[in-house]
């Protein structure tokens, strides 16, 4: 796919560190102590013969082949305070993760300082 077509697309981008899959990754961004592993990214550029991606609270430069699927635009993205329709309880979006067999989101909550230990689709919670 054309680099500039990737702009503002979310993609999955399936990456582990230290798991022979290193040379996908920028060489400057593998110094990152934040970074162990992506999943769910958007698109936010291109810099030379690299995608820029954002992945929750950190930016990275990473080749176009490690690219496994193009997905649909999610409800929610990470940080985004959010009602847990249940119970009205109230947190934000920690984490973000596609599932390939239902085919959509989940989302991961931390409300209270602390991460919930379900994971949450669309239909149960809503933005505020």
């Known amino acids: ?29 593998l110094t990152d102590s934040r970074i162990n592993g992506l999943g769910v990214v958007l698109c936010i550029g291109q810099e030379d013969n690299y995608i820029k ?9 990473v080749k176009e082949e ?13 940080n985004d305070k959010i009602e847990l329709l249940k119970n009205k309880n ?21 409300s209270n300082g602390k991460q919930l230990k379900k994971r949450l689709n669309d239909t149960e919670i809503k933005k505020i």
């Not at 077509?5 to 022979?20: G, H």
């Not at 992945?55 to 990275?60: D, K, R, V």
């Not at 690219?67 to 990470?78: A, E, G, N």
């Not at 947190?91 to 989940?106: F, L, Q, V």
């Open 1 to 29: 796919m054309e680099l500039s077509k990737l702009k503002n697309q979310w993609i999955y981008y399936p990456w582990l560190i230290n798991n022979d899959l290193d040379h996908l990754v920028h060489h400057n961004d």
């Open 53 to 61: 991606i954002r992945a929750n609270n950190f930016e990275l430069r």
């Open 66 to 78: 490690g690219i496994l699927k193009l997905l649909p635009k999610p409800l929610f993205i990470w």
């Open 90 to 110: 109230c947190g934000t979006i920690n984490d973000i993760i596609w599932h390939h067999k239902d085919e959509k989101y989940y989302y991961f909550i931390e």
